[in-house]
C-alpha cells in the first residue's frame, strides 16, 4: 500500500500515541542500526570476534523485547490527515533497514529525494538491486498520489532500466502526478545518477478505493 492519507480502506487499528520525543531517541537507534548492517557485511574481523560480537547483539535484541509494541507507531499530520509510516520499509526513520530517503514536497507538486546507497543494497556488483530501486520508486509515486489528493492503492507499476544504477553515488528520485481520471491517478518518476541522467523511469497507476 503506498497511498496513506486517511481513508475506510486504509483503517488501522487504534495505536498509542508516540512522542516526538521518543521518535527522535528511536530514529538514533534505527540509524546507529543502519550502520551496523553496512558494517556487517563489510567487517574482515577474525571470527572469533564476530562470534563474540553475534553475542553481544543477541543480549541486545532480547534486551529491546522485553518491552514491545503490537505493531509498529505511526503518527498523523495535522494538515490533510495523512498518516506516516514511522517505520516503513523506505523512508520510516525508525526502520534500520530503510535507505536513507528524506523526501521533500515540492511547490510544483513534485515528491523529491536525494540520497546515496551503501553495499546492503548491491544487486550486481557494485550497482543498486533493481527491486530496491523498484520500491523506492513505488513509494515516491505512491507520496505523490497522496500529495495530489487522489491516494490509492498500486494498481500497475511500470519500470525501465536505463542505465546502472550505483552505489555510493549521490542519486536523485523524483515523482510527479501526470493526470487523473476518476479513481484512477496516473504518475511517473525517475532516478537520476549525478550526471543528471535517468537511471530507471516508472509509470504507476493508483485507484482510489470506493
Same mark, same amino acid.
Given at each position: 500500500m503506498s497511498g496513506t492519507r486517511t481513508h475506510p480502506i486504509f483503517t488501522i487499528q487504534p495505536r498509542e500515541p508516540v512522542s516526538e520525543r521518543r521518535i527522535a531517541h528511536l530514529s538514533r537507534l534505527a540509524a546507529r542500526v543502519r550502520e551496523l548492517n553496512e558494517s556487517v557485511v563489510l567487517t574482515e574481523l577474525p571470527e572469533e570476534e564476530l562470534d563474540e560480537i553475534a553475542a553481544q547483539a543477541e543480549a541486545l535484541t532480547a534486551r529491546l523485547r522485553t518491552a514491545r509494541r503490537a505493531a509498529p507507531p505511526v503518527v498523523t499530520n495535522g494538515a490533510g490527515g495523512i498518516m506516516q509510516q514511522l517505520a516503513g520499509p523506505v523512508n520510516g526513520v525508525l526502520n534500520p533497514i530503510a535507505p536513507?530517503?528524506?523526501?521533500?514536497?515540492?511547490? @510544483? =507538486?513534485?515528491?523529491?529525494?536525494?540520497?546515496?546507497?551503501?553495499?546492503?543494497?548491491?544487486?550486481?556488483? =557494485?550497482?543498486? *538491486? =533493481?527491486?530496491?530501486?523498484?520500491?523506492?520508486? @513505488?513509494?515516491?509515486?505512491?507520496?505523490?498520489? @497522496? *500529495?495530489? =489528493?487522489?491516494p490509492g492503492l498500486t494498481a500497475s507499476l511500470e519500470l525501465r532500466y536505463r542505465r546502472p544504477t550505483m552505489l555510493d553515488e549521490p542519486l536523485v528520485a523524483e515523482a510527479r502526478i501526470d493526470r487523473v481520471e476518476g479513481r484512477r491517478a496516473h504518475a511517473a518518476g525517475r532516478i537520476l545518477n549525478t550526471e543528471g541522467k535517468p537511471t530507471i523511469e516508472a509509470t504507476a497507476m493508483f485507484i482510489m478505493p470506493m
Open positions: 536513507p530517503c528524506e523526501v521533500q514536497f515540492l511547490p @510544483d =507538486g513534485t515528491v523529491r529525494s536525494e540520497f546515496t546507497l551503501n553495499s546492503v543494497y548491491e544487486g550486481p556488483p =557494485g550497482m543498486v *538491486h =533493481g527491486g530496491v530501486s523498484a520500491m523506492i520508486l @513505488d513509494q515516491l509515486l505512491g507520496m505523490v498520489a @497522496d *500529495h495530489n =489528493g487522489t
